[in-house]
Each structure stands twice: as structure tokens, then as C-alpha cells.
């Protein structure tokens, strides 16, 4: 099949088959106000005007990199986009030229302007020519391209894999897709959305084996792929963090936190949960305890009865992680490295988490997170942090030193180097 033609159909499948997990995950009005959510006035602007576009923004020599993702990174709604925009911003500033392409073609309004602000080319591909005559016009430039999650690595290879002297061909996976969507088919009991996600696996490992390099964002996903595909070059990408100084003490605290995008099955899975379960456990014991919950789109099943703060999308969360006590990750499934965990321990805010939660994470029980499984275990983890100013202590530092070791760009350096060469200077 041509390239081309490979290209397309592959997008068609891949936006009806996420439509199918969607429905089996959430249902017919949920993933129906979750596909009209995605398509708000942040999410789909207009498309780029050709004249606008800047490409090409490093200074001549550097090492020149693509990254293509479905949409323009908006870092303050999702972990991913964090993740992707925190990257990129960093590798500029280490003396590597990046170009962002949005699948969508779409401007993002400020997001757009703070990839340009940070000396990240935008570009977009005009309906004529084809992506593929703008590939085969542009591809020598870049050194390696970098495609985030699997369904837009099985679009975009095809195009680029045909070419002569192609740049090398990067998968940033985000996070395992077929593993958390096995998950969720286990915790649901969902046999339909098991079979989903057995496709998933499929195609998510075709688009593995296609790569010259894959990234993942922790060693438990590196160790998976590797015992599906032994051989495979699979470097680790965490989420990027700086800790805080500075960290309120526990007297100035109160109240629980939870952070997470209502768009993503598992975040509202464990915010019912938490509601559901965990709380009232822990207000028998902490009369009046407020329980804050952040993320866009999220409504935990009876907020008001159980007197929830509901934030809704929080543009700056510094007030929030610096007045609250406890940060919580209740996830009964999941993949990847939580982007919540990270952002709380990066502001000295101690965690409870399910084991689920810190997988990949190198976290250590009692000494920089509280870990528990079941209710019961969750709300007592919750009130010792409350009670107990030692152990809140013991804990808010060691998750800052966790950042610091596996979480910061530095950490990340020598996988970026093994990827895409050393750059010859950093940037002045």
C-alpha cells in the first residue's frame, strides 16, 4: 500500500478503534461530553496561517529535532503535555534546535505562543502539498523525529520510513496504552473493552518494532517491552520536575488534594473511589477535613453531599500545593508514571498512593510515599500524615529527593544523548 494512502487509512482506524475504547470505558454520553470537552476554544483554534509558522528556530549546527503530537502541549492541564513541553523547552536550552508539529494543524492561542516564546519552531502542514511532499522536502533537516503515542507513530512512520537519508525514528510511548487499558478491563470485569485492548496491543507493539529508538517513562515499562521485543533500543524519558524550596511546614497546612484530568478513565475511577469509600472513613476520625479536587471535567459521584471542594481546571496550583496536607493517588489501574505524584512531591506535599500509582516510580514505602491498597489501609495512611508531623516531615523531603534523582532533566541526559547525539554547545 503506498505510503501515503497508509497514512490515512491507519489515521482512520486508529481515531475509530480510541472511539470504541472511549464508549466501552466511559459510555455513550460520557465519551460523548469528553469528545466535546477536547474541542473547546483551547484545544482547536484555528489552523496555523502558513505565514505564521516559524521552523528551523535553533542557530545553525545545532543538532535540529522534530516532535509531533496530536495536539499543541497545554502543560497546565495534563501531565503529558507537562512532560512534552518541559522536555522540549530543556533541550533548547542544551543546545539542540526543535520544531513542534501539531497533528491537528491547530493553533492553541497562548500554548502556540509559549512553545514560540521558548524557542520552539511551530509549524504546520498545509492541505497542499501532502504530508508526504512536505516530508520529502523538509526531512533532512532534523536529525530524529520524535512521535508521541503509539496510534500517531503507526500515521507518521509509514511517511517517513520510505524516505532517503531519513532522520531516526523516535516512539514516545507516554505511557504503555494496552496495559492500561488491560487494567481497566480487569477492574471493570469488561470483556469487549478486554478484546479492545488486545488490539491495542497489537498495534501499539507493531508501531514499538517500527522505531529506531523507543521511550518510556520508567523502567517497569522498559522491562515490558523488552520481554515482548528483546533487543529493542528502549531508553527511559521520565515526567521532569524541579523540587521546590522553601516547602510550608505541616502547622500551615490542612486538607487533601487531588489533581488528575477528568478526560483521563483512571482519574475519575479513583476520585469515586476516594469519595465513595475512603473519605468518609477518614472524617470519622477528622471531623471537617476538606478534600480539594482539581482537574477539568472531573466530578466525583456526589460532590455535594459529601461537601467536596471542586476546582474544575486550576491554572495555578502553587496555592493549592503549598496549603495543602496530603496529596492522593487512589488509582485502582493504570500505566506509566503519574504526573500528579510528581508534581506533588515536587512542592513537598507527602503522598498516599496505591501500589498501582507509584509503579515505575522507585518510591520507597514509610520513607518518601504512604502506599495502601484497600479503603480501610488508605484512609488510616491519610490521618497518620495529618497526625503526625515527624512522619509528614520524613516524607516531604524524601519526595524531593526523589525528584531530584529520577525526575529532573539531568537524569534524563544521558538517554537523550544515546538518542540524538551530543549537541555541539549549549544554548547562550
Known amino acids: 500500500m503506498h505510503p501515503l494512502i497508509l497514512h490515512h487509512w491507519h489515521r482512520f482506524l ?14 455513550f454520553r460520557q465519551s460523548l461530553s469528553r469528545a466535546r470537552s477536547g474541542l473547546g476554544p483551547s484545544r482547536l483554534g484555528a489552523r496555523i496561517p502558513i505565514e505564521e509558522q516559524t521552523c528551523g528556530a535553533g542557530k ?57 516564546a521558548a524557542g520552539i519552531g511551530v509549524i504546520a502542514i ?75 496491543r497489537k498495534w501499539e507493539l507493531a508501531a514499538v ?28 524519558i521520565p515526567n521532569l520536575h524541579e523540587s521546590k524550596a522553601g516547602v510550608p511546614p505541616h502547622e500551615n497546612r490542612s486538607g487533601i488534594l487531588f489533581v488528575g484530568s477528568g478526560r483521563h ?43 467536596l471542594v471542586v476546582h474544575g481546571h486550576v491554572e ?3 496555592p493549592l500545593l503549598e496549603s495543602c496536607l496530603v496529596g492522593i493517588a487512589p488509582l485502582r489501574y493504570g500505566a506509566g508514571v503519574k504526573g500528579k505524584i510528581n508534581q506533588y512531591m515536587a512542592h513537598g506535599v507527602p503522598v498516599v498512593a496505591t501500589t498501582c500509582a507509584t509503579e515505575g516510580m522507585q518510591l520507597q514505602d514509610g520513607l518518601d510515599v ?12 491519610i490521618i497518620r500524615l495529618h497526625n503526625d508531623p515527624v512522619l509528614w516531615q520524613r516524607l516531604s523531603t524524601g519526595g524531593g529527593i526523589n525528584i531530584d534523582r529520577h525526575f529532573s532533566f539531568e537524569s534524563a541526559l544521558p538517554s537523550i544523548h544515546r538518542t540524538f547525539g551530543t549537541p555541539a554547545a549549549p544554548r547562550t
Not at 100 to 109: S, V, Y
Not at 129 to 150: F, G, I, K, M
Not at 370 to 381: G, I, Q, V
Request: charged letters at 30%; hydrophobic letters at 40%.
Open 60 to 116: 545553525p549546527g545545532r543538532p535540529q529535532l522534530l516532535f509531533i503530537d496530536g495536539t499543541t502541549p497545554s502543560p497546565d492541564r495534563d501531565s503529558g503535555s507537562l512532560r512534552l513541553f518541559t522536555l522540549m523547552r530543556r533541550l533548547v536550552d542544551s543546545g539542540y534546535a526543535v520544531d513542534f508539529l501539531p497533528d491537528d494543524n491547530r493553533a492553541a492561542g497562548r500554548y502556540t505562543a509559549d512553545l514560540m
Open 370 to 381: 504512604l502506599e495502601a491498597d484497600t479503603a480501610s489501609a488508605y484512609a488510616d495512611a
Open 316 to 318: 495555578d496550583m502553587t
Open 209 to 236: 518494532r517500527d522505531a529506531d529508538t523507543v521511550w518510556v517513562v520508567s523502567p517497569v515499562e522498559r522491562k515490558a517491552l523488552l520481554d515482548e521485543v528483546p533487543g529493542l533500543s528502549v531508553e527511559v
Open 265 to 307: 478513565p483512571p482519574n475519575q475511577d479513583a476520585v469515586d473511589w476516594f469519595v465513595r469509600d475512603i473519605l468518609p472513613l477518614v472524617r470519622r476520625k477528622l471531623i471537617g477535613c476538606q478534600a480539594h479536587i482539581v482537574g477539568e471535567g472531573l466530578v466525583p459521584a456526589g460532590a455535594e453531599s459529601y461537601g
Open 126 to 200: 498545509p492541505d497542499v502539498p501532502s504530508p508526504s511532499s512536505w516530508l520529502r522536502e523538509n526531512h533532512r533537516r532534523y536529525r530524529a523525529v520524535v512521535v508521541c503515542r503509539y496510534h500517531l507513530a503507526r500515521t507518521w512512520f509509514p511517511l517517513l520510513r520510505c524516505l532517503p537519508d531519513r532522520p531516526r525514528l523516535v516512539l514516545d510511548t507516554v505511557d504503555l496504552h494496552h496495559i492500561r487499558e488491560l487494567r481497566e478491563a480487569r477492574v471493570r470485569g469488561n470483556r469487549a473493552l478486554a478484546r479492545a485492548a488486545r488490539r491495542t
Open 14 to 27: 486508529g481515531k475509530v478503534h480510541r472511539a470504541r475504547i472511549a464508549f466501552l470505558s466511559k459510555g
